[in-house]
């Protein structure tokens, strides 16, 4: 691994390439193993950290607005929608 490059450990939230992944567990050292956040197991790929550790940065999100409060319904659909990125990919339809 480069000394530039930041260490991320499994599990982790970081954003590359224009988008969010979780990093994997990974054999390699100059590779960071991710799958996309809302992404399957199948989806995973390597970043090679000598070429792209400079652009690999902790994921970071906007905090919800209170203004946007819903109903229940909304909620459940909240809810059901974080269901893949929570079940290691798999899509779980509400009951």
Request: with cysteine; glycine share 8%; charged share 25%.
């Amino acid at each position: 691994m480069t000394a530039t490059a930041p260490r991320f450990p499994p599990g982790a939230l970081v954003s590359a390439r224009g988008r969010e992944w979780v990093v994997l567990p990974s054999d390699e050292d100059d590779v960071l193993r991710v799958r996309p956040l809302t992404g399957r197991d199948e989806d995973a790929t390597g970043l090679f950290l000598p070429l792209e550790g400079h652009a690999i940065k902790p994921a970071t999100f906007e905090p919800p607005d209170p203004t946007h409060v819903r109903d229940t319904a909304g909620a459940l659909l909240l809810s059901s929608s974080t269901a893949p990125s929570t079940a290691g990919g798999r899509c779980t339809a509400p009951r």
